[in-house]
C-alpha cells in the first residue's frame, strides 16, 4: 500500500527560490513546534498561495510548505505563561502578535505563528488571506448563483418573446382585417355619396320619422344582443367555462404555494444543512443531507419555471391555453419516480440524524422560522408526494369543463393519461420497495441479523405472538396447564411467517428480538403443518383437552440433521385458524410449485419457468387484461387492470398462485364479482383440471410421441380431461390397503429437482389387516404425513383377463392404476406379497424419474397418465386451499349466504366421493368440512353487548377509587371488543359515508360512538369538580390513563382521552391548565405528538409498524386512507375492467386491520370498571358541558 505522495522536488526547490526572490511576503516569524510548546524562529517567504520557511535568510533549501488555498487566518490571544515573573515576563508576551492559520482540510493541524510587531503581524495575515483567494471562492459562488438566476431570466425572456412575436402576428393579421374593411367602406360610402344628396333635398318631417325608425332599430338590436348575451351567460357552455377558469385560477394559486414551500424546503433547510454539513463539528453528513432532501433543489427550479409559464399565461386570460405548458412538463416529471422511491428511506435517514442532540437543536431553530409557519421539515418533505395525484386530479376537473371540440381536448387528455401512468409506476416501485423495507426493518429487530430476509422474493405475510409448548426427550409434551403464568411468559414467542420461511424469536426486556437457537429459521419446504394432533399418538392423547385445541404441530424435517417438532398454542381459535391458514397455504405453494416443476420438466426439456416466461397472456398487455411492471412473489407481473374472466384464470392457474392475489381477490371479490361464480369457477377447476393450462403449455406438457393424443388434448376431446368418478366396487371386489402401512412423500427444494426432488421414506413398516372401504365412508384419521398417495384415476383402464386376474390378487390394492404399478424389468407384475408396492410408493417411483429417465417397464402412455394424474392431483390442491382460505378467514361470507354454503358443502362431499383422493386431502376435506358445518361455538371472545347486559355485577365503583392502571386495562378491552367486532365487509364501498351508513356500517358506527362515549366521559369526569385542584387531579389521572393506553398499544385510548383534553370547553380552564404539574404536560405533548394527525397520521403509523400485536390502532385513519382509494380511483376502467391495483391497495389496508383484529389482550375483565367506563348517566352533552366550563371560569372582558 503506497505510504506517501511523491511530487517534483525540482519544481519545488524553484517555486522556492522564486518565493525567497519575488515573495509578496517574507522575513522571520516565530513557528509553535507540534510535540510540545516551543517556539522555533524560521525565516519564512509566501509566492502566490504556497508559504515557505526556511532553516534561515541564506538557506537556499525549504524546511517546509504549507498550500493556503481555502484556509483560514485569525488572530489568538498570548498563551499563559508558566514559571515566568509578574513583571517583565508578562510584559514581553503581550508585545508579540499571535495568529493561527486554519486549513479546510481533514487532519491538518493548524499552523500557530507569532511575530515581535503588530503591524508585521496585520500584514502578514493580510497577506495570508489573499493567498487563499477565500474572495475568489465567494465570488465565484456569487456569479454562479448569478448565472443560474440569469439562465432563468433568460428562458423566461424566451417564452416572452415567443408570446410577443405571436402577438405580433396576430396584430398584422387584424391590421390586414381592418385594411380591407376600410376598403369596403370607402367602396360602400361612395355608393352612398348619390343618395346622401338627394337626402338634403328631403322634407324635414321625413327626415325626423327616419331618425325614429334608426332609434327605434338600434333599441330592438341592442335588445336582442342583450337577450342573446344573457341566455349565453346563463347556458351550461358558459357555466362551463367559468368553472373552467376557476380551475385554473386554483391551479395557478396551488402551484404558486407548491412553489413557495418548496423554495422553504431549499433555503430554510436544504441549502443552511449544507452550509452546516462543512463546519468544523458537522451535525450532519453531506451523504446524510443529500439522503433526506434528495432531489428537492431540481424540483423546485422545474416548478418555478412551469409557475412562471402559468402566470405568462393568465395575463393573456381570457384566452387560456395550457396543454402546451404541460407538454414541457411532462418528460421533467421523471425527477419524481427518485423522490417517491426513495422517500420512506429519507425519513428513516432523517429520524436517525435526529437521535444527534446537535443536529435536532439545530433543525428546531430552522423550523422555528416564521415562514415555516410551525410546520416540521418532516411535513414540507412531503409535499412532493402529492404533487403528481394533484396534477391529475386537476386535469380530471379540466377535462369535465372543457368541451369535447375545444383547441386542446386532446393534449390534456393526452398529459392526464401520461401523468396517470406515470403515477402508477411510482405507486408500483413504492408497493416493491415498501415489503423489501418491512423485511429489513424486521431483520433490523433481530439482534443476531437474518440473511434469508435480505432475498428480495420474501415476502411478509403475519406476525404476532404464540406460546411454544416445551418438550421433553422422547417428543413428550410436558404436563403443563394453559393458565401457567410461568408458560406464559417463558414460552411467549415472536412468529413472522414469510412465504418461504418461519421465523420463531424471544424477546428480551430491552424489546430486541433473539433467534431461537434451535428452530428459530425454519424453512417452509421442510415443514410439515399438523392441524389436529393425532389421536394415535402417546404424546398426544389429552393434547386437545389440556390445550383447548388452540395447539398445533410443525413437524421439521432438514435434510442433514435430525427432525424436531414445534409446538404452538395461539390465543385463540380464530388467530389459530388465521395462522394455520396462512401456513398451510405458504407450504402448498411452494411444495405443488415444486411438483409441478418436477412434471413438466419430465419430457420437455422447457422449465416452469421458462414456460411461464414465454406465456403472453402472463405478461402481455391486452384487451382484457393489463399488466404492472411489479413482479409479484412468483416472479410474475402483477395484474393493474382485467376482466372478472381473467381473475378468474389466475386464481385457478396451477403453475403458481401469489398468497397477494389470493387474499387481495377473497377480500374484494364481492365488488366485482360473486361467490356463486368464484365456487362455479373451482367447481370447474375441480372437474376438468385441464382447462387451467393454456393450450400451448400443455403440447409443451405432452410433447411424447404420441402426436395424437396431443390432439385429443387440443380438442378437449381427451376421456381424461374430465374426471370421472365410480361408484362404490363390488362386494366381490373389495378395497384393500397396501401391506406397506404409511410411506411418507417429501417434496425437497425445487432447486434440487434435478437430484430427485421426491423422496420416499418409510414412516411405518407394520401391516394393516386388508379392510373394505367406501369412498362415501369418513375420512380417515389424522395422520402426520405431508403428501400421501392413493389411488388414481381408474377410468378408462382395460386390460386383458390375465391383466384383470392380477387386479383381484389379494396382495395388491385394486384400486391402484395400472400405469402406477411397479413392474419387474422383465414387465411381469411382482406377485409376492412382499414385493408388492403401495400406491403412495408407485406414484412416488413414478414421478421420482424426473430428468432420470423412464424406469424398465414404463411405456410413454404410462407417462402420460402419471402426469396426468399428479395434475388432477393439484387442481384438487388448488381447489381445497382456495376453499379452505376462503372458509377460515372469510367464514361470514357462509354465516350470511346459507345457499353458498350448501353449495360448498355439495362440492366438498363430491370431492371426497372421488375414488382416487389422496389421505392428505381427504384430511383437508374433511377439517374444511368440519369447520363449515359447525356452529361458531369456539368463540369465547366477550362482546360489548354481553358487557352492558351483565346485570349481577357488583355496584360500580366511583372514578376517585379506581386507579389508574385498572381503567386503562378495562378501557382497552373495550377498544378492542369493539375494533374486533368490524366485518371487514364494512370497509368496501365507503358506506360510512353514505346516508345508510347505520344499515350498511353498523359495527364502523357503533366504533364511532363509543369512541365519542369514552371521550365524553373524560370530559365530563373532569368538569364534575368545582375546585381547581380536583380538576387538576383529574386532569393527571386521565393522562396517566392515557400513557399507560400507549404502553398496552392501545391508541385509539391514546386518542379518546386526548381529543377530550383538547375540547374547547377543557382546554380554556387556564387556572385549571397551571394547576397541572410540567411533567404531565410534558408527558400530554408526547402523547398527542404520537396520535397527531399531521402528515396522514405519520407518526402513529410509525409506531403501529414497529410495534407488535395486540394493539388497537385508530380507526379513523384506516377510513381516511380508504376513502382517498376510492375517490382517486374508480373500481372499473372505462373499458369494464376491473381496477385490480385499486383492490390491491384496499386489501393491504384491510389485512393490517384484521392482523390487529385477530390478536386478542390477555386482559381479565373487571365489572365493577366496565360499569363505570359504559355508564352513560355520567356523560354530559357538549353545550353543557361548555355552560359548566363558563360558569367555573368566566370569559375575561375584552
Known amino acids: 500500500m503506497q505510504k506517501s505522495v511523491r511530487y517534483n522536488e525540482g519544481h519545488a526547490l524553484y517555486l522556492a527560490f522564486l518565493a525567497r526572490k519575488e515573495g509578496t511576503k517574507r522575513g522571520f516569524l516565530s513557528k509553535k513546534a507540534a510535540e510540545a510548546s516551543r517556539w522555533h524562529e524560521k525565516w519564512f517567504a509566501l509566492y502566490q498561495n504556497v508559504l515557505f520557511y526556511f532553516e534561515g535568510e541564506q538557506s537556499g533549501r525549504p524546511a517546509g510548505m504549507y498550500l493556503l488555498e481555502g484556509c483560514s487566518c485569525e488572530r489568538t490571544p498570548a498563551p499563559p505563561r508558566t514559571g515566568a515573573g509578574p513583571g517583565g515576563g508578562r510584559d514581553a508576551l503581550d508585545k508579540q502578535y499571535y495568529f493561527t492559520v486554519l486549513f479546510g482540510h481533514e487532519g491538518q493541524k493548524p499552523l500557530e505563528l507569532r511575530c515581535e510587531e503588530e503591524q508585521d503581524g496585520k500584514e502578514w495575515m493580510e497577506a495570508i488571506h489573499q493567498a487563499s483567494y477565500a474572495d475568489i471562492l465567494i465570488e465565484r459562488e456569487v456569479l454562479m448563483q448569478k448565472y443560474i438566476h440569469l439562465v432563468q431570466i433568460v428562458e423566461t425572456e424566451k417564452i416572452a418573446a415567443?408570446?410577443?412575436?405571436?402577438?405580433?402576428?396576430?396584430?398584422?393579421?387584424?391590421?390586414?382585417?381592418?385594411?380591407?374593411?376600410?376598403?369596403?367602406?370607402?367602396?360602400?360610402?361612395?355608393?352612398?355619396?348619390?343618395?346622401?344628396?338627394?337626402?338634403?333635398?328631403?322634407?324635414?318631417?321625413?327626415?325626423?320619422?327616419?331618425?325614429?325608425?334608426?332609434?327605434?332599430?338600434?333599441?330592438?338590436?341592442?335588445?336582442?344582443?342583450?337577450?342573446?348575451?344573457?341566455?349565453?351567460?346563463?347556458?351550461?357552455?358558459?357555466?362551463?367555462?367559468?368553472?373552467?377558469?376557476?380551475?385554473?385560477?386554483?391551479?395557478?394559486?396551488?402551484?404558486?404555494?407548491?412553489?413557495?414551500?418548496?423554495?422553504?424546503?431549499?433555503?430554510?433547510?436544504?441549502?443552511?444543512?449544507?452550509?452546516?454539513?462543512?463546519?468544523?463539528?458537522?451535525?450532519?453528513?453531506?451523504?446524510?443531507?443529500?439522503s433526506i432532501f434528495l432531489n428537492s433543489e431540481t424540483i423546485m427550479f422545474l416548478h418555478e419555471i412551469f409557475h412562471q409559464g402559468l402566470k405568462a399565461r393568465i395575463a393573456n386570460w381570457p384566452t387560456l391555453i395550457l396543454a402546451d405548458l404541460f407538454d414541457i412538463l411532462l418528460p421533467m416529471l421523471n425527477i419524481y419516480q427518485e423522490f417517491v422511491r426513495n422517500h420512506q428511506y429519507s425519513l428513516q435517514v432523517l429520524a436517525n440524524c435526529k437521535q444527534n442532540r446537535d443536529f435536532d437543536k439545530l433543525l428546531k431553530q430552522y423550523e422555528a422560522n416564521p415562514a415555516c409557519e410551525g410546520r416540521m421539515l418532516e411535513t414540507f418533505l412531503t409535499y412532493p408526494m402529492f404533487q403528481i395525484p394533484r396534477y391529475i386530479i386537476t386535469l380530471h376537473e379540466l377535462l369535465a369543463h372543457t368541451p369535447h371540440e375545444h383547441v386542446e381536448r386532446k393534449s390534456l387528455e393526452f398529459a392526464k393519461s401520461k401523468l396517470e401512468e406515470l403515477s402508477r409506476v411510482m405507486h408500483d416501485e413504492v408497493s416493491d420497495t415498501e415489503n423489501i423495507r418491512k423485511n429489513l426493518a424486521i431483520e433490523r429487530m433481530i439482534v443476531e441479523g437474518c440473511d434469508i430476509l435480505l432475498d428480495t422474493s420474501q415476502t411478509f405475510i403475519r406476525q404476532g405472538s404464540l406460546i411454544q409448548v416445551p418438550s421433553v426427550e422422547r417428543g413428550k409434551l410436558s404436563k403443563v396447564r394453559l393458565g401457567s403464568l410461568s408458560l406464559k411468559k417463558e414460552g411467549e414467542r415472536q412468529c413472522f411467517l414469510f412465504t418461504k420461511h418461519f421465523l420463531i424469536c424471544t424477546r428480551s426486556s430491552g424489546g430486541k428480538l433473539h433467534l431461537l437457537k434451535t428452530g428459530g429459521v425454519l424453512s417452509l419446504i421442510e415443514c410439515t403443518l399438523i392441524e389436529e394432533p393425532d389421536a394415535s399418538d402417546d404424546d398426544s392423547k389429552g393434547s386437545g383437552h389440556m390445550f383447548g385445541h388452540l395447539d398445533f404441530k410443525i413437524v421439521v424435517e432438514p435434510p442433514d440433521a435430525t427432525p424436531f417438532t414445534v409446538v404452538l398454542l395461539a390465543p385463540s381459535r380464530q388467530e389459530k385458524a388465521a395462522w394455520m391458514s396462512d401456513i398451510s397455504q405458504c407450504v402448498d405453494n411452494i411444495r405443488c410449485n415444486g411438483l409441478m416443476t418436477i412434471v413438466f420438466e419430465e419430457n420437455s426439456k422447457v422449465t416452469v419457468p421458462h414456460m411461464i416466461k414465454s406465456d403472453a397472456r402472463l405478461h402481455k398487455d391486452d384487451t382484457d387484461i393489463c399488466f404492472s411492471k411489479t413482479l409479484n412473489s412468483c416472479k410474475v407481473p402483477q395484474i393493474r387492470y382485467a376482466s372478472v374472466e381473467r381473475l378468474l384464470e389466475r386464481l385457478t392457474d396451477l403453475r403458481f398462485l401469489s398468497i397477494d392475489f389470493l387474499n387481495t381477490f377473497l377480500h374484494t371479490y364481492r365488488i366485482f364479482t360473486t361467490a356463486a361464480v368464484v365456487l362455479a369457477k373451482l367447481s370447474d377447476i375441480y372437474k376438468r383440471p385441464f382447462t387451467s393450462i393454456p393450450v400451448r403449455s400443455l403440447e409443451l406438457f405432452f410433447a411424447t410421441s404420441q402426436n395424437n393424443r396431443g390432439e385429443h388434448l387440443v380438442d378437449g376431446k381427451s376421456p381424461r380431461l374430465c374426471r370421472k368418478f365410480s361408484s362404490p366396487p363390488p362386494l366381490a371386489v373389495s378395497r384393500t390397503s397396501s401391506p406397506v402401512r404409511a410411506r411418507k412423500l417429501s417434496l425437497t427444494s425445487p432447486l434440487n429437482s434435478r437430484m430427485g426432488a421426491l423422496d420416499l421414506t418409510t414412516s411405518s413398516s407394520s401391516s394393516s389387516p386388508t379392510t373394505t372401504h367406501s369412498p362415501a365412508a369418513s375420512p380417515p384419521p389424522h395422520t402426520a404425513t405431508v403428501l400421501e398417495s392413493t389411488p388414481s384415476d381408474r377410468a378408462g383402464v382395460e386390460g386383458s383377463p390375465a391383466t384383470e386376474a392380477t387386479e383381484?390378487?389379494?396382495?395388491?390394492?385394486?384400486?391402484?392404476?395400472?400405469?402406477?404399478?411397479?413392474?419387474?424389468?422383465?414387465?411381469?407384475?411382482?406377485?409376492?406379497?412382499?414385493?408388492?408396492?403401495?400406491?403412495?410408493?408407485?406414484?412416488?417411483?413414478?414421478?421420482?424419474?424426473?430428468?432420470?429417465?423412464?424406469?424398465?417397464?414404463?411405456?410413454?402412455?404410462?407417462?402420460?397418465?402419471?402426469?396426468?394424474?399428479?395434475?388432477?392431483?393439484?387442481?384438487?390442491?388448488?381447489?381445497?386451499?382456495?376453499?379452505?382460505?376462503?372458509?377460515?378467514?372469510?367464514?361470514?361470507?357462509?354465516?350470511?349466504?346459507?345457499?353458498?354454503?350448501?353449495?360448498?358443502?355439495?362440492?366438498?362431499?363430491?370431492?371426497?366421493?372421488?375414488?382416487?383422493?389422496?389421505?392428505?386431502?381427504?384430511?383437508?376435506?374433511?377439517?374444511?368440512?368440519?369447520?363449515?358445518?359447525?356452529?361458531?361455538?369456539?368463540?369465547?371472545?366477550?362482546?360489548?353487548?354481553?358487557?352492558?347486559?351483565?346485570?349481577?355485577?357488583?355496584?360500580?365503583?366511583?372514578?376517585?377509587?379506581?386507579?389508574?392502571?385498572?381503567?386503562?386495562?378495562?378501557?382497552?378491552?373495550?377498544?378492542?371488543?369493539?375494533?374486533?367486532?368490524?366485518?371487514?365487509?364494512?370497509?368496501?364501498?365507503?358506506?360510512?359515508?353514505?346516508?345508510?351508513?347505520?344499515?350498511?356500517?353498523?359495527?364502523?358506527?357503533?366504533?364511532?360512538?363509543?369512541?365519542?362515549?369514552?371521550?365524553?366521559?373524560?370530559?365530563?369526569?373532569?368538569?364534575?369538580?368545582?375546585?381547581?385542584?380536583?380538576?387538576?387531579?383529574?386532569?393527571?389521572?386521565?393522562?396517566?390513563?392515557?400513557?399507560?393506553?400507549?404502553?398496552?398499544?392501545?391508541?385509539?385510548?391514546?386518542?379518546?382521552?386526548?381529543?377530550?383534553?383538547?375540547?374547547?370547553?377543557?382546554?380554556?380552564?387556564?387556572?385549571?391548565?397551571?394547576?397541572?404539574?410540567?411533567?404531565?404536560?410534558?408527558?400530554?405533548?408526547?402523547?398527542?405528538?404520537?396520535?397527531?394527525?399531521?402528515?396522514?397520521?405519520?407518526?402513529?403509523?410509525?409506531?403501529?409498524?414497529?410495534?407488535?400485536?395486540?394493539?388497537?390502532?385508530?380507526?379513523?385513519?384506516?377510513?381516511?386512507?380508504?376513502?382517498?382509494?376510492?375517490?382517486?380511483?374508480?373500481?372499473?376502467?372505462?373499458?369494464?375492467?376491473?381496477?385490480?391495483?385499486?383492490?390491491?391497495?384496499?386489501?393491504?389496508?384491510?389485512?393490517?386491520?384484521?392482523?390487529?383484529?385477530?390478536?386478542?389482550?390477555?386482559?381479565?375483565?373487571?365489572?365493577?370498571?366496565?360499569?363505570?367506563?359504559?355508564?352513560?348517566?355520567?356523560?354530559?352533552?357538549?353545550?353543557?358541558?361548555?355552560?359548566?366550563?363558563?360558569?367555573?371560569?368566566?370569559?375575561?372582558?375584552?
Not at 412575436?165 to 391590421?175: A, G
Not at 332599430?217 to 349565453?232: A, E, F, M, P
Not at 358558459?238 to 423554495?263: G, P
Not at 404502553?1047 to 377543557?1066: D, F, K, M
Request: hydrophobic fraction near 35%.
Open 162 to 290: 415567443n408570446q410577443l412575436r405571436h402577438q405580433l402576428e396576430d396584430q398584422d393579421t387584424e391590421i390586414e382585417r381592418l385594411k380591407s374593411e376600410i376598403v369596403a367602406l370607402n367602396k360602400t360610402k361612395e355608393r352612398m355619396r348619390p343618395y346622401q344628396s338627394n337626402q338634403e333635398d328631403e322634407d324635414p318631417d321625413i327626415k325626423k320619422i327616419k331618425k325614429v325608425q334608426s332609434f327605434m332599430r338600434g333599441w330592438l338590436c341592442r335588445r336582442k344582443w342583450k337577450t342573446i348575451v344573457q341566455d349565453y351567460i346563463c347556458s351550461p357552455h358558459a357555466e362551463s367555462m367559468r368553472k373552467r377558469n376557476q380551475i385554473v385560477f386554483t391551479m395557478v394559486e396551488a402551484e404558486s404555494e407548491y412553489v413557495h414551500q418548496l423554495y422553504i424546503l431549499v433555503n430554510g433547510f436544504l441549502r443552511p444543512l449544507r452550509m452546516a454539513a462543512s463546519s468544523k463539528k458537522p451535525p450532519i453528513s453531506h451523504d446524510d443531507v443529500s
Open 808 to 1198: 383381484h390378487s389379494p396382495c395388491r390394492s385394486p384400486s391402484t392404476p395400472r400405469h402406477l404399478r411397479y413392474r419387474q424389468p422383465g414387465g411381469q407384475v411382482a406377485d409376492n406379497a412382499h414385493c408388492s408396492v403401495s400406491p403412495a410408493s408407485a406414484f412416488a417411483i413414478a414421478t421420482a424419474a424426473a430428468g432420470h429417465g423412464s424406469p424398465p417397464g414404463f411405456n410413454n402412455t404410462e407417462r402420460t397418465c402419471d402426469k396426468e394424474f399428479i395434475i388432477r392431483r393439484t387442481a384438487t390442491n388448488r381447489v381445497l386451499n382456495v376453499l379452505r382460505h376462503w372458509v377460515s378467514k372469510h367464514a361470514q361470507d357462509f354465516e350470511l349466504n346459507n345457499e353458498l354454503k350448501m353449495n360448498v358443502l355439495n362440492l366438498l362431499e363430491e370431492v371426497l366421493r372421488d375414488p382416487d383422493l389422496l389421505p392428505q386431502e381427504r384430511k383437508a376435506t374433511a377439517n374444511i368440512l368440519r369447520a363449515l358445518s359447525q356452529d361458531d361455538q369456539d368463540d369465547i371472545h366477550l362482546k360489548l353487548e354481553d358487557i352492558i347486559q351483565m346485570t349481577d355485577c357488583p355496584k360500580a365503583e366511583c372514578f376517585e377509587t379506581l386507579s389508574a392502571m385498572e381503567m386503562a386495562e378495562q378501557i382497552t378491552l373495550l377498544d378492542h371488543i369493539v375494533f374486533r367486532s368490524i366485518p371487514y365487509e364494512e370497509f368496501l364501498g365507503q358506506g360510512w359515508m353514505k346516508l345508510d351508513k347505520n344499515e350498511r356500517t353498523p359495527y364502523i358506527m357503533k366504533t364511532s360512538q363509543h369512541f365519542n362515549d369514552m371521550s365524553n366521559l373524560v370530559a365530563s369526569q373532569i368538569m364534575n369538580y368545582a375546585d381547581v385542584s380536583s380538576r387538576a387531579n383529574a386532569i393527571e389521572k386521565w393522562v396517566a390513563v392515557a400513557d399507560i393506553c400507549r404502553c398496552l398499544h392501545n391508541y385509539n385510548g391514546v386518542l379518546e382521552i386526548t381529543s377530550a383534553l383538547n375540547r374547547s370547553a377543557i382546554y380554556r380552564l387556564k387556572k385549571t391548565w397551571a394547576k397541572v404539574s410540567k411533567q404531565t404536560k410534558a408527558l400530554m405533548d408526547k402523547l398527542q405528538k404520537t396520535v397527531s394527525s399531521e402528515g396522514r397520521f405519520k407518526n402513529l403509523r410509525e409506531t403501529l409498524k414497529n410495534c407488535n400485536p395486540p394493539a388497537v390502532p385508530y380507526l379513523g385513519m384506516y377510513l381516511t386512507d380508504l376513502a382517498f382509494i376510492e375517490e382517486g380511483t374508480p373500481n372499473f376502467t372505462e373499458e369494464g375492467l376491473v381496477n385490480f391495483s385499486k383492490m390491491r391497495m384496499i386489501s393491504h389496508i384491510i389485512r393490517e386491520i384484521r392482523q390487529f383484529q385477530q390478536t386478542s389482550y390477555r386482559i381479565d375483565h373487571q365489572p365493577k370498571v366496565t360499569q363505570y367506563l359504559l355508564d352513560k348517566a355520567l356523560i354530559i352533552d357538549e353545550d353543557t358541558l361548555y355552560e359548566l366550563s363558563l360558569k367555573i371560569e368566566p370569559r375575561l372582558p375584552a
